[in-house]
C-alpha cells in the first residue's frame, strides 16, 4: 500500500506488478508515468533507492498472474 500511496499522487495507477526484487506500476497514460518517473526515479523507500524505467506497453508483465 506505501507503494500504491506513493505513485498514485501522481496519477491513476491500473495495475501492480510484482515480481522477484522488481516492481512494475502500470499508470493510465504515459504522461503519467513519465511525471512520476520525473519526481521520483533515483530516491529512497524502505531504505533502497528506486531506479525507474519505462517498460514497454506490450509485455507480458501486465498480465495477470
Known sequence: SKLYNLFSNFGNISCITIKKEQIYIKFRTKEL?????????????????????????????????
Open 33 to 65: 508515468a513519465a511525471i512520476a518517473c520525473t519526481y521520483l526515479n533515483n530516491t529512497i523507500l524502505g531504505g533502497n533507492i528506486m531506479v525507474l524505467r519505462e517498460c514497454p506497453e506490450n509485455s507480458d508483465i501486465w498480465r495477470p498472474i
